[in-house]
């Protein structure tokens, strides 16, 4: 069995700065990349940033710029660097996985780990 476990997510002022992390574990052969999405009340989830395990990283452009993604994959760790918060970032945060199992590759979900960012 695989689990995705996020954490760091909390109360923060407009402006401040919080710090995601998210680890995987299980019967993992390895991991091809791994990612963040996140989910506010009412809206769909979202893309938001990806690293892969050749060290490719991607963000969506509404992140870029204030958000960070960092990790060792080969530990089976991603994190998520949140500076400059808003408001409108308040959401609940999901770490994402592609890895490969004994049984294949598939994609695994996190808990969530809720962002609430006060004005």
């Known amino acids: 069995q695989v689990q995705l476990v996020e954490s760091g997510g909390g109360l923060v002022q407009a402006g401040g700065s919080l710090r995601l992390s998210c680890t995987a574990s299980g019967s993992i052969l390895s991991i091809d990349a791994m990612a963040w999405y996140r989910q506010a009340p009412g809206k769909q989830r979202e893309f938001v940033a990806i690293?892969?395990?050749?060290?490719?990283?991607n963000y969506a452009d509404s992140m870029k710029g204030r958000f960070t993604i960092s990790g060792d994959i080969g530990k089976r760790t991603v994190y998520l660097q949140m500076n400059s918060l808003k408001p409108e970032d308040t959401a609940v945060y999901f770490c994402s996985a592609n890895i490969r199992t004994n049984y294949g590759p598939n994609n695994y979900w996190g808990q969530g780990t809720q962002v609430t960012v006060s004005s």
């Open positions: 690293v892969t395990a050749g060290g490719s990283i």
